[in-house]
């Protein structure tokens, strides 16, 4: 089972500001993967990457942008925040081994509210 | 476009009970099935999965049942207990994806 961290945990800030939220797994995973989720809905993935240096879009868009430098780090950046992006930003990690059956583990996420 | 359903957003059950919490999905090239379980304030945790090729897993008090006929699959849990509340999201994979596609979950209530 995966150690993955997310940080903050909770975020109020105001519109404009520039926001990164942090994300590390322990597990030395390739595969990590950034999820925004409202209340009440479904799980929308915006980011992945599959390895240093590899970051790509998902299926949802994003005014989001993502940096892969490090195995183990996966930050997800908003330049200028506004109350739109108010949600839950789930991050998650799994390993290469399998391809699409690998088991993602998913950090406990970032509440982020723009006020 | 909503390719995974959960269409009961909450379920009560007495502990001891059977839960049996369902999944439908539209995609035909979902190939790989997995329920992950959630409490509030923290991430998903991975539960159970299925693929394709069977019809039914087991993990203990967890089995999923998959009818891909019907592209329909369930989670039962026996005995419930009142740890099980939770919500807990049905999700699929197609063989040539990455992402995980999350129905809207179930709230999962166990009473004593």
């Known amino acids: 089972e995966a150690d993955i961290y997310q940080t903050p945990r909770y975020l109020v800030i105001g519109t404009g500001k520039k926001i990164t939220l942090e994300c590390s797994q322990t597990?030395?995973?390739?595969?990590m993967y950034w999820y925004q989720q409202d209340p009440g809905m479904e799980l929308h993935l915006i980011h992945y990457?599959?390895?240093?240096?590899?970051?790509e879009k998902g299926d949802l868009s994003s005014e989001s942008t993502v940096s892969r430098i490090r195995t183990e780090h996966f930050p997800l950046t908003l330049e200028s925040a506004r109350p739109s992006h108010t949600s839950q930003y789930l991050c998650?990690?799994?390993?290469?081994?399998?391809?699409?059956?690998?088991?993602?583990?998913f950090g406990p996420g970032t509440r982020l509210t723009v006020l | 476009d909503q390719q995974v359903k959960q269409n009961s957003p909450s379920l009560s059950v007495q502990e001891g009970r059977i839960s049996i919490l369902n999944c439908d999905y539209t995609n035909s090239m979902f190939d790989y099935f997995l329920w992950y379980k959630k409490y509030p304030a923290e991430g998903p945790t991975f539960l159970i999965s299925?693929?394709?090729?069977?019809d039914k897993n087991e993990d203990g008090r967890f089995t999923v049942f998959l009818n891909k006929s019907a592209k329909h699959l369930s989670l039962h849990i026996v005995p419930s207990q009142p740890g099980d509340s939770a919500v807990y999201f049905c999700?699929?994979?197609?063989?040539?994806?990455?992402?995980?596609?999350f129905g809207k979950g179930t709230s999962l209530l166990v009473t004593p």
């Open positions: 990457s599959y390895g240093v240096n590899s970051t």
């Open positions: 998650a990690s799994s390993e290469s081994t399998g391809g699409y059956t690998d088991t993602q583990y």
């Open positions: 597990m030395g995973h390739d595969k």
């Open positions: 299925i693929s394709s090729i069977k």
């Open positions: 999700a699929a994979v197609a063989l040539s994806g990455y992402a995980l596609n």
